[in-house]
């Protein structure tokens, strides 16, 4: 089966500089991989996704870029803002009706 | 839109009981649903998934007599957690799959189940 790796576990940086979170996976037959943001005690939030079928994406200040030979796919989140700490996971997946692998999480803090 | 909710979001019960957890998607239809654990600092473990008219699908070491899953309609489903004891206190979230865009889900916000 298919098994995603994250790192960095935990991140820290100051307001306004940018922040890398990276996932690689093993299952060549993924074709989707989103990234969620949760807040303490609430539900994932997704935050943006990718296909294979693009190498990056962007939205506004957070861009996805995905590198199908490696097998690995990373977050970026530029200008960071207090309000940008939470914890980010990364999943992948087959696609339609197939289930999620999730990473193992990153802990994002920015520090004013 | 794409808005899942989850109800309730906190509960507390004695060992023993039993306790039902709502998921409803609320401006999608949704053919298949997922329930999920969470314990604290740790990713989502997938428990199930329940797809609009079907048997659930259970993960492996997942009890089936313990956790009753039912999806009796496109925007419903609901997760039973049946003669709870303490360690079953966890974050229990579901997430929907639009039917279409099936390959996105979206989750719910969660609810926090505290065994006594």
């Known amino acids: 089966g298919e098994n995603v790796e994250q790192h960095p576990s935990t991140l820290s940086v100051q307001e306004g500089d940018s922040a890398v979170i990276k996932c690689t996976y093993s299952d060549s037959a993924s074709n989707y991989f989103p990234w969620y943001k949760q807040e303490l005690g609430k539900g994932p939030q997704l935050i943006i996704d990718i296909r294979s079928n693009v190498g990056e994406k962007k939205d506004q200040r957070i861009a996805v870029t995905l590198n199908k030979t490696a097998k690995h796919f990373s977050l970026h989140i530029t200008e960071t803002q207090p309000e940008d700490s939470a914890v980010y996971f990364c999943a992948a997946s087959e696609g339609a009706g197939n289930q999620f692998y999730f990473g193992t999480g990153t802990s994002l803090t920015v520090i004013p | 839109g794409a808005v899942v909710s989850q109800h309730p979001s906190r509960v507390i019960c004695k060992s023993g009981t039993s306790v039902k957890i709502e998921c409803r998607s609320l401006d999608f239809q949704a053919t298949t649903m997922f329930w999920y654990r969470q314990f604290p600092k740790q990713s989502l473990m997938l428990m199930a998934t329940?797809?609009?008219?079907?048997?659930?699908?259970?993960e492996q070491g997942v009890e089936k007599d313990k956790f009753l899953i039912n999806h009796a309609s496109l925007t419903l489903s609901t997760l039973t957690v049946t003669s709870a004891h303490p360690e079953d206190s966890s974050f229990y979230i579901c997430s929907a799959r639009d039917r279409r865009a099936a390959d996105t889900q979206y989750f719910g916000p969660g609810t926090r189940l505290t065994v006594l």
């Open positions: 329940s797809n609009e008219g079907s048997k659930a699908t259970y």
